[in-house]
């Protein structure tokens, strides 16, 4: 069986403009970081859950979410300024006793109990596993000074979400090159569009939305009478 260990990274994803993330912004009155952390928790085949936030964002990051997050068991580390950076910081301290890496955007609190459960089914079958969605607009390319190119059919393309799996050889060679392994080296399974982004503080509302419409996992219920009345 596939052993994760998991690492939460604030760092901006490649090719994502803008800002880093409003892993701070709260949502019901918990932090988005700490709703993502929660996407783990319990879960028998994570032995090991780690978070890794930009030198700017340490002091906050202590502040509001380290008694959360020891409680829980997450370890805090400090690594940038890039996503490759953070990983290779995070490489140094991957449990022994895990088999596959799980990176994910911590500013993606939004993704199904269902994509999870299939990426990491999938992930003992491929050496890198990541969520993707289809886009649903046609894509403009431009030049250096903004000016169209060239027109893309969406159907030509997909955006890649997190989390994404790795064996624990290929977050290995991600670390050390800091690159991302080529495109033909992974498996893209199907995520939802519900798994959105919260860019800054002004999204939390939109995200908070879109936890709503997940769906909710199936609470398994007494297997005897006898089992129920025990307290």
């Known amino acids: 069986m596939a052993i994760f260990s998991v690492v939460l990274l604030t760092a901006a994803p490649p090719a994502t403009a803008g800002e880093t993330g409003g892993i ?37 990051a202590r502040r509001k979410l380290s008694a959360h997050l020891s409680f829980s068991g997450v370890k805090m580390l400090q690594g940038g300024p890039g996503w490759m950076d ?30 999870l459960e299939a990426l990491m089914e999938m992930a003992q079958k491929h050496e890198a596993v990541a969520l993707a969605a ?14 169209p190119m060239a027109v893309h059919s969406a159907s030509r393309f997909m955006q890649l979400l997190t989390p ?9 060679e991600m670390a050390a090159s800091r690159r991302e392994p080529h495109a033909a080296r992974l498996k893209l ?14 999204d939390a509302g939109f995200v908070k939305a879109m936890l709503n419409m997940l769906p909710k996992p199936k609470v398994k219920g007494p297997l005897t009478p006898f089992e129920e009345a025990q307290w």
Do not use: W
Request: glycine residues 6%.
């Open 24 to 60: 701070f912004a709260k949502i019901d009155n918990r932090e988005v970081l700490l709703r993502s952390v929660e996407l783990f928790l319990n879960r028998d085949n994570v032995k090991q859950i780690q978070a890794c936030f930009l030198p700017q964002q340490m002091d906050d």
């Open 86 to 115: 953070q990983i290779a910081t995070a490489a140094a301290t991957i449990s022994p006793d895990a088999t596959h890496v799980i990176v994910h955007d911590a500013a993606r609190p939004a993704v199904p109990y269902t994509d």
């Open 134 to 147: 289809a886009v649903r607009t046609a894509l403009v390319e431009v030049d250096e000074g903004g000016g």
């Open 164 to 172: 994404q799996v790795f064996s624990r050889s290929v977050f290995a």
């Open 189 to 202: 399974l199907k995520g939802s569009l519900l798994n959105a982004r919260v860019g800054s503080g002004g």
